[in-house]
Structures are given as structure tokens and as C-alpha cells.
């Protein structure tokens, strides 16, 4: 019987293969698509935020802190003198600035006498990162302030010889608190997600119609021809489910060779990768057989495939990730994003086989258990 | 008229298929709901993730200044695998890794990031908020008992008056931004016109196949109020598509379109392009499977290319060039200028759509012409 | 070598093959004759093991027809059950390893089998490029790849042009000639006529006669059948076989559209009366043919219908 199984699987694939709509959606679909995505964001987000600073008040302690503001700025963000404040709003609509930083009139006076006093930070309502970034280190900039102020009342009253000392001495000292800065070594591929997700999303159809072949052939007469020889009923079966494995998985495993290879989009630990792809195949051939097993014509096979396929692949996440809110519930359900997470493992998280076990088993379940149910109503329907 | 009868048959025949009204009524209607829900009111602080497992007192404080940083929005991981991971995805700007009191805190960036500063800038003014009374207790230690110190410290904290931040902002958010569905109904729409559109190219590869269009050559002007018919049908299906879910927009939630005298002609002509989209691949594809293997992709990819799926904003120049060679950018272009800056009728926009109008539907009816008369 | 006994089969309500029972000797050909519906694919597929009986049973060689005993039937369905995306070779490649065919006798026996239906030339082709005649031919020989004991031919030459039938025919009177048994369904008289060494008339899902060619036809002794081609109102025409049915040695008359059939054994001599009856009721008559007893006159004898619609 294994002959048989054989014999038919490989006639499946070889007639797949030769069909051009199958290449398309298997191979040449996913891998265009998420050339697109890595051509649009392969370069990553980029933040970057232009702050200016407006001194209206005319003391020492607004220059200072001006000053160690304008030099305090880093990669993706930088101070620059407002020359007119007067022209805050004017200037911030024609975009010179992000979000302006105002030292009032009359903050330098206020932080000697310890009285209250206001920062101010202008933002425009179109960039609100911008803003709240400002607002935080006007924050930070206050503080600074009340430690100076605090630490002069503490010592007056404590009756210290020199406060102005004592004041110097607080605005010298570090925070408490040390910060140190690090990488976090390692890249994610965008494309790393988009390919495999696009494979899936196609291999329902791809693997759909291989799927329904056997109600086809059994049309086309040739499924009765098989059947007159001296081939049991189980062995077509077997073979057309080996015959949907192997154009599945032989196809997703092109699709990440070539984004890998040729592109650099590594999607994680190769042992890992190719256990999640021959898992996922497993559920996607799975559900389809279980589809052209309880559909009643070829033509509902076929729109219940387009349906399954497109919704599982919306709420799977193949269209984008990083989503709050019912998304993330909704894609532990569908095969689409149980894979996705496991791909997202290995090569976002770095996790190793073991860590996704319990997923490639989920999917492997899944694509058991419906493959068994698809294929017995099969059995019944059409080889009787 | 004949050609009514005919776009009525398909019209009817388009009703009778539940698959088909599914995937092109409801489907945009899910994605716009899951886009809206998933990804509304995101953007307007620094995502960053915190990692803190035993944090002293000192370490509390910094949490607590952290969460209430106007800069910095704040989540909570129980590992560095999950943290790297999501910093790696960049899901988050960065991460905040808060050991026991006396060790550094230290800032994770992703390996790619070219552009931190904010994140630094944003939790160095955390920092300084933590350390006021800490920083008076130490200087004034040098002078006096440190119990001395600590009540002196603790006093004058809380007579001392903060100094606070005020804000205030100048003009307004974009119209699609202010709402959460805003930018997500028309973005879908246009994506899904196209779409349906080009799969309906299946169903019109079927109707080659049986032989209707070589028949419909043997009546008076048979050829012609079939097209018609057909052209007719496929755009009434996609002006459906657009009635429902900008009704829906508008009605249930409320979003802005702005002036209709400049969003219906948009809608209109959009509509052509993508009924002639369809019947021009259904003359060139050999089978109906064919048809579905390439309308999806080509949907896809020119719904990325031009804008539905991310606003062309936010990648390079070149790409946006690019995107420009499919109506759908223009379209989004006319979609901002009408809702963000309520522009009116967008007319470079619409004269370019008009050009793609005009020339896929000569392209699809000389293609489909030219099959009834010769069958290839 | 085949035996065939009582088969029935049921599809709900309707019984389509209703006690079936026939032998086939080694090297023999017999034909199941009969109209559409008759029952014939269906018996056919039973025979297969495509199909389980309701009742009864069927033994080749004496033992049933199972498993790996399958090989010793060649099957020839009514459809061209072939891949069309695939050439004739590797079409006949794929059936003949599932028919435990390999390596070089494989490859020779496609050649030789090629050779008999005659593509020889066109081996290589895709089967979507043939012509239905081609087709067909491919067909027969996907049947013969593995040199079964029993051929089964299923309405082969059905929507064929008349040079590939012809060759057909022949094609399976050479085999029937080199010794190999086979059973072939048609609703076309004249085939089981030409090729046929015993026939059985099939109607409604029962064998309703059985014997050669010869015998069959013989039972309807010297009748002959007289068919007339007419131009009249279907009353007139109706009024008109009304009073042939009772004229003397007139066995049966039966009504299909303008023509009129009559078997009689007055044969020449039952037309003049029947021309002056015509006048008669207003009757136009275009046409006379006389035909001899054939396969045709012996179904319409038995069943008072036509075996072609």
C-alpha cells in the first residue's frame, strides 16, 4: 500500500508544480510581498524630535540651565535656542520646532525665594510625542530645581554657615539613581514576519485545491480508473494528504531559504523554523481536508477556503503586528497566528526548539484531528 | 434597456452567493473595527518596557515617576527574553531594567536604533525627580547629624513649593487622527475595492469559459450590452461596498469625510477603476484559479504599495515614489487633502484617477472585444 | 472465466440493476446491449469493485474479484478518465506502476500499447491537445497497459468521429482475435453486431435476452422492418399507426417524431397497403426504408422501444 501512497503523492506534486497559478501564490506572492514590506520599513521607525528652548527670563540660573540643555541633545533629539520668543506659535506651525520648552520671566528669582513657579512647554497638537517628550524633561528640569531649592531650605534651617555653598554642592551631586545604557543585541527582520505569514495566508489556497483534487478526480473519472487497480481507498487518501504535506511545506521552506538567503531575513534557529513550517502545513492541510470533507460541491469547497483563508489570516496578524485589544486574543485561535508566534519566538525572542514545543504540537494536533474527521467523511462520500 | 437587464442578472447572481457578499461587505468591516480597536489613540508617547523584579525604595520611586512621565508609556515585562523580544520587534522604543537599590539602572536600545535620545532624554528627567530628598540628605550630612539632616530634608520638602509644568498646545490634530476609525474606513475601503474587484476577475473567467461571451456575439449589438451590463454590475457592487462602510463610518462612528462634493466624485471614479481592474484581468487570465492567484497578491501588494495599509508618510522617499505608480496612493493623497485638510475637491488627484479610469476601461474592453471575437 | 450472478444494486427508490446474470468464456467478447439507463455502467462498476452490490456476487477465475486480483481486469470507463495536464506516456506511466508495473517492461509495454492504438506519434503530447477521438484511443490503452485476463469497455465510441470509431472497432476486434476476453457496453446495434461473439439485451436494470447475434435476431424469424418517413399533422399520424397495428403480420409499430417503424414479415409487400391506409387518414408520406432483422428490430420486438433516443 505504501507504494501506492507513494505513486499518487508524487503524481500530486508533479502536477502541482507544473501549475503556474500554484507557483504564484506559493512561491512568488509571499516572497513580492514581504520584499515590499522590508523595501518600506527595513530601515526601522525612525523618532526624532526638535525642542527649543525659550529663555524669557533674563537671570544666571535660566542661562545655566538653557545651556546645559542645548548640550545635552543625542541621536534623535536636539535643543535649539528660540531667538524670538515672541514668535513661539508662530514658529511651531511652520514646523522649525516640535515642541518648544519656555523658562517664564521670573523663574530664576522664584527658585532663590522659594516661591511657586511654572515651567511652560508649547507643543503642537499634530506632533503629541513631541510634546509629551518636552514635558518630560521640563519635568526633569524642574526637579533638578527643587533639589536645589529644597536642599537651601533644608540647610537654613538647619542652620548651615553657607547655603549658597550647600546649594552648589546639591547641583554638583549625582542622582542616586545611576543609569547606565546597553544594546540589546540581536535583529528583527520585518520581512522575518510578513514571509511567513503571506505563506500562510496563500498555502490555504495552494493547498486547497490540492485538497479538493480528490473530489475532482473523482469528476474526471480517473479517481475510478485509480480505483479499479488494485489500490485500496485508504491509500489515495494517504496519498493526497502526503501529496498537500509536501507541496506545503517543500514551498514555505523555499519561501524562508530565499528571504533568508538572498535577503537576510533570518527567521530563527533552522531546526526550530523548520519544525513550525512542517506544523503549520500540518493545520492548514488539516483544515482543508476537513473543508472539502463536509462541503457539499466543489464550488462551496472552494468559497469556504477563500473565507477561512482571508479571515484567519486578518485575525492571525499577518497584516500587522504589535497590536493591543481583542486582536491579541483572537490570533491564539487561528493556526495562522499560533504559527506567527512561534516564528516570532525564534527570531525576535531568540527562544529555542524546546521553548515552542508546545505550540509546533498545538498545530500538530490541530492538523491531525481535522485531517482524521475531513478524511473519513471523504472516505464515505466519495470512494463508495 | 438590455444592458440593465444584464447587470441585473449579475447583480443578482453577485446576492445569491453568500461567500462573496461575505468577503466583500463584512470582511472590511471586521478589519476596520480590528484596525480601529487595535491601534487607536497609539502614538503619542514613547513605548517602553520595564523590567523590575526587586526594586528597594529608592527603585519604587523611580517606578512610580516613571508610570507618571508624560513621555513614556509604560509596560511591565517579568523577563528579559519577553522584553528583548518585543524591544528587537520594535514594539517598544526601549527598555527600563531597575535592579536592587544601589546598582545602575540601565537603559536597553535596540541594536538598530540610530535615534534614542528621546527615550534617554525622557527617563533622565525621571531620574532627576527620584533623587530631591536624597541628594539634601547627603550634602547636608557633610554638616550636620544625618538625623538632623533627614528632618530638615523632610521638611522643607514639604514646605517648599514644586515647581510645575504647564502645557499648552497650538493647532489642531488631523481630522483621521482625531478619530480612531478616521484614517482606517477610507484606507480600507480602497484597499478592498481593489480587491473584490480583481477577484470578481474569477468569476468573469468562468464566464469565458462557458462560452457566454462568444454567444453573446450572435445577437445585434450583443457584445456591447453585455460588457456594458458586466461594467455596470461590478460598479454597482463596488459603490454598495462603498455606501455601506463610509455609512457606517459616518453613522456609527462618527468620523469626518468632509465635503461630499469632494469625496463622492473620489469614490465614483475610484469605483471605475477598480471595476475595469477586474474585467481587464479576466481577459487575460486562462482560468479562474488563475484569476484568485494573482488578483490577491496584486491586491496586496498594491494596497501596501499605495498607502492603505501604512500612510505613505512613514517610509523613504523612494518608496512613496514608487507607490505613486498605483491609483490607490493618489486616491489616499485625495483622502488627506478632503478630510485632514479640507480641501474640496482634490483636483490634481482626481484628473490622475480619471486617466487610470479612462485607460483600464478602454484596456478591459478591447481585451475582452478582441477574446469574443477570436477566443484567445 | 467471468461469472456474474444476480447482481443487484440500489440507488434509493430506484433499482438500477435488478438481478444481472451472464458468463464470459475465456477469449470470448460479449456485449451488453442496451438503451441509456439500462443499467450497463452500473453492472459495469460492480464488476470493477468500484461499486458494492446489494445483492449477489461476481467471480473471475473462480475466485472473487479483491485486492491485488483486481489487475486481472483492464478497465475502459465512459469517461476519458485521464490527466489532462499530463502526456499520454506518463499518463499510461502512472497507471501502469499502480498496476505493479516497472523499470524496462514498464517502458515497453507503453510502447507496445501506443503501438496498438495507434499514437505512437503523438506519445508525448498532453492529453488536453487531443482530439475526443485521440482521446479515446488513449483511453483503450491505459485499459491494455497491464495485459489483463478481462478487458471492459465501457459505450466506448460515444461522441467520436467516424474514423476514429472505426479504428476503435477494430482495434478491439483484434484483440477479441488474439484471445483476450472482453465485455463491451453499447447503445449502438451495429457494433455488437460486428464485434460481438455472444450479446445480452440489457433494459430497466434486467437481461432480457441473451445468445449470438445470429440467435437473437433469429427469434424474430423472417420480420422485417419498414420505416417511413412522413409530412403530417400528429393526429393524422397517430390515427394512422392505430390502423397499421391492426393489420395482419404487423408485430409492432412505433412512433419516433416524423418517422414511423413497423416490423412485419410481409417485409416489400406490407408497403403498398400501408401507402393507400396513408392517403386514406391525410397522411404524406416522404419516405420508405426497409431494413432486414438486425440487433435494433429484436430490442424495439422485446421491449416495444428504441434503443436510440
Known amino acids: 500500500m505504501w507504494r501506492h501512497v507513494w505513486l499518487i503523492a508524487r503524481l500530486g506534486v508533479r502536477r502541482s508544480l507544473r501549475d503556474r497559478s500554484i507557483l504564484i501564490m506559493a512561491l512568488v506572492a509571499p516572497i513580492a510581498i514581504a520584499v515590499v514590506v522590508g523595501a518600506a520599513f527595513g530601515g526601522g521607525a525612525s523618532v526624532s524630535a526638535t525642542i527649543g528652548v525659550a529663555n524669557e527670563d533674563r537671570s544666571d540660573i535660566s542661562a545655566q540651565i538653557a545651556q546645559s540643555l542645548t548640550n545635552a541633545g543625542g541621536d534623535g533629539i536636539a535643543f535649539a535656542t528660540v531667538s524670538e520668543p515672541a514668535q513661539i506659535d508662530a514658529l511651531l506651525d511652520a514646523g522649525t520646532y516640535d515642541a518648544v520648552l519656555v523658562l517664564p520671566a521670573g523663574l530664576g528669582d522664584a527658585v532663590l525665594t522659594g516661591d511657586a513657579a511654572d515651567l511652560e512647554v508649547v507643543g503642537r497638537a499634530a506632533e503629541p510625542l513631541a510634546t509629551s517628550i518636552a514635558q518630560s524633561v521640563a519635568q526633569g528640569v524642574a526637579a533638578n530645581l527643587q533639589t536645589a531649592r529644597v536642599t537651601a531650605a533644608a540647610a537654613t534651617t538647619a542652620g548651615l554657615p553657607d547655603v549658597g555653598a550647600a546649594v552648589q554642592k546639591a547641583v554638583e551631586t549625582q542622582s542616586p539613581i545611576a543609569v547606565d545604557q546597553g544594546q540589546v543585541q540581536g535583529t528583527f527582520s520585518v520581512m522575518a514576519y510578513f514571509a511567513p505569514g503571506m505563506a500562510m495566508l496563500f498555502l490555504f489556497f495552494v493547498i486547497g485545491e490540492g485538497a479538493r483534487s480528490i473530489v475532482a478526480e473523482r469528476r474526471e473519472g480517473t479517481l475510478q480508473r485509480i480505483l479499479a487497480g488494485p489500490v485500496s481507498p485508504s491509500a489515495v487518501l494517504l496519498g493526497k494528504t502526503a501529496q498537500v504535506m509536501i507541496v506545503g511545506v517543500v514551498s514555505m521552506s523555499v519561501v524562508w531559504l530565499i528571504t533568508w538567503l538572498a535577503f537576510g531575513a533570518s527567521w530563527g534557529d533552522p531546526l526550530g523554523v523548520f519544525l513550525v513550517i512542517v506544523a503549520a502545513v500540518a493545520a492548514i492541510a488539516g483544515i482543508s481536508l476537513f473543508i472539502t470533507g463536509i462541503a457539499r460541491t466543489e464550488n462551496q469547497a472552494d468559497a469556504l477556503t477563500t473565507m477561512v483563508a482571508l479571515l484567519f489570516a486578518i485575525l492571525g496578524g499577518t497584516f500587522f503586528y504589535g497590536a493591543a485589544g481583542p486582536l491579541v486574543t483572537m490570533q491564539k485561535f487561528t493556526p495562522n497566528g499560533q504559527a506567527l508566534a512561534a516564528f516570532v519566538e525564534l527570531s525576535a525572542a531568540q527562544a529555542t526548539v524546546v521553548e515552542i514545543a508546545p505550540r509546533i504540537l498545538l498545530l500538530l494536533g490541530i492538523g491531525i484531528g481535522m485531517a482524521a474527521v475531513g478524511l473519513l467523511t471523504m472516505r464515505n462520500k466519495v470512494l463508495a | ?376 | ?309
Open chain 2, 1 to 376: 434597456m438590455r444592458t440593465l437587464s444584464t447587470a441585473r442578472v449579475e447583480w443578482v447572481r453577485f446576492f445569491r452567493d453568500r461567500i462573496a457578499m461575505f468577503s466583500t461587505i463584512a470582511m472590511p468591516i471586521v478589519v476596520v473595527l480590528l484596525i480601529g480597536l487595535s491601534f487607536g489613540g497609539a502614538g503619542d508617547r514613547l513605548g517602553v518596557g520595564v523590567l523590575a523584579p526587586a526594586p528597594g525604595p529608592l527603585g519604587q520611586q523611580f517606578l512610580s515617576a516613571l508610570e507618571r512621565s508624560p513621555g513614556l508609556e509604560v509596560t511591565t515585562y517579568a523577563d528579559t527574553r519577553d522584553l528583548y523580544r518585543d524591544i528587537r520587534m520594535g514594539l517598544l522604543s526601549g527598555g527600563v531594567e531597575v535592579p536592587p537599590d544601589g546598582q545602575a539602572v540601565r537603559i536597553d536600545v535596540p541594536q538598530t536604533s540610530q535615534d534614542y535620545g528621546p527615550l534617554v532624554a525622557a527617563v533622565n528627567g525621571v531620574v532627576a525627580q527620584v533623587g530631591t530628598r536624597a541628594i539634601a540628605v547627603q550634602v547636608l550630612s557633610a554638616y550636620v547629624p544625618q538625623a538632623k539632616a533627614e528632618q530638615a530634608a523632610a521638611a522643607a520638602e514639604a514646605s517648599v513649593p514644586s515647581l510645575e509644568v504647564t502645557t499648552r498646545t497650538v493647532g489642531a490634530v488631523s481630522a483621521m487622527d482625531a478619530n480612531r476609525f478616521g484614517s482606517a474606513v477610507p484606507s480600507q475601503l480602497m484597499l478592498f475595492m481593489f480587491l473584490n474587484g480583481l477577484i470578481a476577475a474569477a468569476a468573469l473567467v468562468q464566464a469565458r469559459e462557458l462560452g457566454v461571451f462568444r454567444r453573446t456575439l450572435a445577437a445585434p449589438q450583443g457584445l456591447r450590452v453585455y460588457l456594458g451590463g458586466l461594467g455596470a454590475s461590478r460598479f454597482g457592487i463596488a459603490m454598495l461596498q462603498a455606501a455601506i462602510l463610509l455609512g457606517l463610518g459616518v453613522l456609527s462612528f462618527r468620523i469626518d469625510l468632509g465635503a461630499p462634493s469632494a469625496w463622492v466624485p473620489l469614490v465614483v471614479v475610484y469605483g471605475v477603476i477598480c471595476a475595469a481592474a477586474g474585467m481587464l484581468l479576466g481577459a487575460i487570465v486562462r482560468t479562474p484559479g488563475q484569476a484568485v492567484a494573482v488578483a490577491i497578491p496584486m491586491g496586496i501588494v498594491f494596497g501596501m504599495l499605495g498607502g492603505t495599509m501604512w500612510p505613505l508618510s512613514v517610509v523613504s522617499p523612494v518608496m512613496r515614489a514608487i507607490g505613486h505608480f498605483t491609483p490607490q496612493a493618489w486616491a489616499m493623497d485625495a483622502w488627506n487633502l478632503i478630510i485632514n485638510e479640507g480641501s474640496g475637491f482634490a483636483t490634481r488627484q482626481m484628473a490622475v484617477l480619471l486617466v487610470y479610469a479612462v485607460v483600464l476601461s478602454v484596456l478591459a474592453l478591447w481585451a475582452l472585444g478582441r477574446h469574443a471575437r477570436t477566443g484567445r
Open chain 3, 1 to 309: 472465466m467471468l461469472e456474474v450472478d444476480g447482481l443487484v444494486r440500489r440507488f434509493g427508490e430506484h433499482t438500477a440493476v435488478d438481478g444481472v446474470s451472464f458468463r464470459i468464456a475465456q477469449g470470448e467478447t460479449y456485449g451488453l446491449l442496451g438503451p441509456n439507463g439500462a443499467g450497463k455502467t452500473t453492472t459495469i462498476n460492480m464488476i470493477a469493485g468500484l461499486l458494492t452490490p446489494d445483492a449477489g456476487e461476481v467471480r473471475l477465475l473462480d475466485e472473487p474479484l479483491t485486492g491485488d486480483r483486481k489487475s486481472l481486469i483492464g478497465l475502459v470507463p465512459q469517461d476519458i478518465a485521464l490527466y489532462p495536464d499530463l502526456s499520454a506516456v506518463e499518463n499510461l506511466e502512472f497507471f501502469g506502476r499502480l498496476q505493479n508495473l516497472s523499470g524496462p517492461r514498464l517502458k515497453q509495454r507503453v510502447a507496445e500499447v501506443l503501438e496498438v492504438v495507434g499514437l505512437t506519434d503523438r506519445g508525448k503530447d498532453h492529453i488536453d491537445t487531443y482530439s475526443g477521438g485521440m482521446k479515446r484511443r488513449a483511453n483503450i490503452a491505459v485499459g491494455l497497459l497491464h495485459e489483463p485476463a478481462l478487458l471492459i469497455l465501457d459505450e466506448p465510441t460515444v461522441g467520436v468521429d467516424p474514423q476514429s470509431r472505426n479504428s476503435i472497432l477494430e482495434s478491439v476486434s483484434a484483440l477479441g482475435g488474439a484471445g483476450m476476453a472482453v465485455l463491451y457496453t453499447t447503445h449502438y446495434m451495429e457494433e455488437a453486431q460486428r464485434l460481438c461473439d455472444r450479446v445480452g439485451i440489457i433494459d430497466a436494470g434486467r437481461l432480457i435476452a441473451e445468445g449470438t447475434p445470429e440467435e437473437l435476431v433469429a427469434q424474430l424469424g423472417e420480420q422485417a422492418t419498414v420505416r417511413f418517413r412522413l409530412n403530417a399533422a400528429p393526429d393524422a399520424q397517430r390515427a394512422w399507426a392505430e390502423v397499421l397495428r391492426t393489420m395482419p403480420d404487423v408485430a409492432a409499430v412505433q412512433e419516433s417524431g416524423d418517422r414511423v417503424s413497423v416490423m412485419t414479415t410481409h417485409g416489400p409487400a406490407f408497403i403498398a397497403p400501408a401507402v393507400t391506409a396513408a392517403r386514406e387518414a391525410g397522411v404524406g408520406v416522404a419516405g420508405v426504408e426497409v431494413t432486414e432483422p438486425d440487433l435494433e428490430a429484436v430490442f424495439l420486438h422485446l421491449t416495444g422501444k428504441a434503443l436510440r433516443d
